[in-house]
RNA sequence: CGGGAAGUAGCACAACUUGGCAGUGCACGUGGUUUGGGACCAUGAGGUUGCAGGUUCAAAUCCUGUCUUCCCGACCA
């Protein structure tokens, strides 16, 4: 493309609007354009991006013979009644009413429009396996977008999903998948971690995810340096570290903390380590009162906390209802005396002489142990923290942000049966199928390309995604023979079948220099003052340094760069 | 949904307190001088000040409502 009389634009001051730095670059780069909160337009410069991203992604899908197809985005409510997620979904999904006032919803996910696909080409066993995908828009009604298009209300995602007879199958499909997820992310150059996640609202066996390793990742990943071992925190096992204390258990006293209310107030007034204090958080749990307890360094871990009490709603109690059961005020609960079950975290269990609060405005108890109340049960229900006890190895754990930009699930039979997907095996056995799902946010792995690819002048694309692969710049276009060279140039390689840009606008040299490493482009030639001598000079984006080359040599040499890059 | 902030040219912002011709920088048009890492001079164009109502001789400015956006939190297959 030649830039002169195309549709390019760069904004050369940061925009005040976009918090990460992805987001900023690819808005100030021209690629994309935010038209409402989380919903943007993909300009074409980053649509160009994005088909790169789904052609690996097709390579790949096609590879282990998993067909494309394409669903609707407006889909009947029925559809989501039929497995019971609507619930689930509830604030989240968009939903609109036709003329005849008939509900529709814009598809947040397609397990069930998959299903019912699958329908028509699943009698006996001998249909099984095989594998659908699709590469579309998701709508999900996000209470805050943010970070670009990390987070975002309409995004585009490839949703792979697999049928098989048994869970040994299953299994065999659900490795292909897995390995082809690796290999799609290692060819788009993201640096990732695969973990152990909660399956959540989409239910099933297994949940993996693959996230992006950045600094403003929504997820935590916990992860062990010495084995293996990796989890969102959401999941991940707690291990007690510490022996059960020696230390001789004491009476506990009544002792006044003025206006001492949070863990840290509490801490200082008297002066005594957080890990010295026990939280009491008052918890609605399907709409029952329950009292946690949890050290006071450590967090509440809600999915735990619902599985382990098979529960589907969990949410802080209200200050009313905190009220109602301490009989005091928020900052100053404790287990003592309290008419509500009690569970406390397995660290505490472990814990002699801790500080709690007393159930009584400006008072706490020090010299508290287990065995001044009763509690129904002690469980995991807490974060791990970093460098806490690996529960594969014992080493220490260690945490990075994450971008979840894949996931993969085995969901077993949760959908065929709800929509009544089933064959009959070899002795005539009606049997209902197996699946996995697997979805790849695609705007999302583009987010994670530029978060974990620019430097202060813009965008480091990797060969095999970059809009461009190559960039000749003419230093002056109002010179003759630089501009021929140039054109000449841009023939040659077109011919060669590489997509090049020609930056044939009249503006100064620094302009363009400084608009090829905005947007990212991996290789610039620039044609100056020796095109005479037939010399032009060659970069890379990421080094500093160009070299000077002849002009009959230099797509040979870019044609060896690219070779050597593309993955 | 709770708390906070903000909507003025394509972008970033000023003017608002104390009502009186709607401005600056970047970007854009024209002319000129420049020309290897975001040039300079001159001269232009670009606005229903988010929207609706109210107060006033007069509203970007004061008042009411509403919409939108952003931040913190809640939520998040």
């Not at 792979?160 to 897995?178: P, Q, V």
């Amino acid at each position: 493309m030649k830039l002169k009389n195309s549709f390019f634009y760069t904004i050369r001051e940061n925009i005040k609007d976009e918090d990460s730095v992805s987001g900023n670059l690819l808005v100030r780069s021209g690629m994309i354009k935010k038209t409402s909160a989380g919903i943007y337009m993909y300009l074409p410069l980053g649509f160009k991006v994005l088909k790169n991203i789904e052609n690996i992604i097709r390579e790949e899908m096609n590879k282990i013979n998993s067909q494309e197809l394409l669903m609707p985005s407006l889909i009947s409510k029925d559809v989501y009644e039929s497995s019971n997620r609507l619930s689930s979904f509830g604030d989240s999904m968009f939903s609109l009413k036709d003329r005849f006032d008939k509900d529709y919803v814009l598809g947040p996910t397609h397990e069930e429009l998959f299903t019912i696909a699958a329908l028509n080409n699943v009698r006996s066993f001998k249909d099984l396996p095989f594998s659908l995908y699709q590469i579309q828009n998701k709508y999900r009604d996000e209470a805050r977008p943010r970070y670009g298009l990390i987070r975002v209300r309409e995004f585009l995602m490839k949703d792979a999903y697999t049928f098989d007879k048994d869970l040994n199958g299953l299994d065999i499909s659900y490795n292909d998948m897995y390995n082809a997820y690796k290999k799609i992310f290692t060819r788009l150059g993201i640096n990732y971690k695969i973990v152990k996640a909660d399956t959540g609202s989409m239910g099933g066996l297994l949940s993996e995810e693959f996230q992006a390793i950045t600094d403003i990742g929504e997820d935590t990943v916990v992860f062990c340096e010495s084995c293996d071992y990796s989890s969102n925190l959401e999941v991940c096992e707690s291990i007690i570290s510490e022996k059960e204390s020696t230390e001789k258990k004491l009476e506990k006293d009544l002792i006044e903390t003025i206006d001492a209310k949070t863990i840290d107030e509490v801490s200082e007034y008297l002066n005594e380590a957080p890990s010295k204090l026990v939280k009491t958080l008052i918890y609605k749990i399907d709409g029952k009162l329950y009292a946690l307890l949890i050290k006071g360094d450590a967090q509440i871990n809600e999915i735990k906390v619902l599985k382990l009490l098979n529960a589907k709603t969990i949410e802080l109690a209200s200050e009313a209802e905190v009220k109602k059961v301490t009989r005091s005020e928020i900052g100053f609960v404790g287990p003592i005396g309290i008419d509500v079950p009690i569970i406390i975290d397995n660290e505490v269990a472990n814990m002699v002489n801790f500080i709690v609060g007393a159930n009584k405005k400006d008072y706490h108890y020090k010299n508290v142990n287990i065995d001044d109340f009763t509690y129904i049960m002690a469980a995991d229900i807490r974060n791990v923290k970093e460098g806490d006890l690996c529960p594969k190895c014992g080493c220490e754990l260690k945490f990075k942000k994450g971008i979840e930009i894949g996931n993969t699930f085995k969901l077993g039979t949760k959908y065929s049966e709800a929509l009544n997907l089933r064959y009959n095996d070899e002795d005539n056995n009606l049997k209902p199928v197996w699946m996995g799902c697997y979805g790849i946010g695609i705007g999302r792995c583009l987010s994670a390309i530029v978060e974990q690819k620019n430097d202060e002048k813009g965008i480091i694309w990797p060969m095999n995604i970059a809009p461009y692969k190559v960039a000749i710049v003419v230093v002056d276009v109002n010179n003759e023979t630089q501009l021929q060279a140039a054109n000449h140039l841009y023939n040659t390689f077109k011919e060669a079948n590489i997509d090049i840009l020609l930056d044939d606008r009249n503006e100064r040299a620094g302009v363009k220099f400084n608009d090829m490493d905005l947007i990212g482009i991996p290789i610039r030639i620039t044609v100056g003052r020796k095109a005479d001598e037939h010399i032009v000079e060659l970069k890379k984006r990421e080094e500093e340094e160009f070299t000077e080359i002849s002009i009959f040599d230099v797509l040979y040499k870019v044609q060896d760069i690219i070779e050597e890059e593309n993955i």
